[in-house]
């Protein structure tokens, strides 16, 4: 079974390469629940809704991951974006990752239009 670290670096490098759905597949349980602004979300089509959400307000947006911490089942994100759309500011993600899935993940950004 893959470690927490494991996860969440795939998960990573998945998303960087735009590939939701093997990062689907390979990192995240179908039963997933998501935490952010619009309430609790369940499953991975909520986790799709929202890089769809994410993409919208960012259009060819270039992250920047400014810090990165795994202890145990627990993972956390610091990272901000820019595109020629607007800017993320203060983005914090949190994850809870259980038998080589991420169960949960938290969500939060500003978002800054240009």
């Known amino acids: 079974m ?28 179908p039963d997933v629940v998501l935490l952010c602004e619009h309430g ?10 929202s890089a769809e959400q ?3 307000q960012l259009p060819e947006a270039s992250f920047e991951y400014r810090a990165k911490h795994v202890e145990g089942e627990y993972a956390l994100l610091f990272w901000r974006a820019d595109s020629p ?25 500003a978002l800054r239009k240009k």
Do not use: C
Not at 40 to 49: I, K
Not at 91 to 104: A, E, L, N, T
């Open 2 to 29: 893959r470690s927490s670290a494991e996860v969440f670096n795939d998960h990573l490098a998945r998303r960087t390469a735009g590939d939701i759905e093997a990062d689907l597949k390979h990192n995240y349980a």
């Open 40 to 49: 609790p979300m369940t499953g991975w089509a909520a986790v799709r809704q």
């Open 54 to 56: 994410l993409a919208k």
């Open 85 to 109: 759309k607007a800017r993320a500011e203060h983005g914090v993600d949190s994850f809870v990752i259980r038998d080589g899935r991420i169960v949960m993940q938290s969500v939060y950004y």
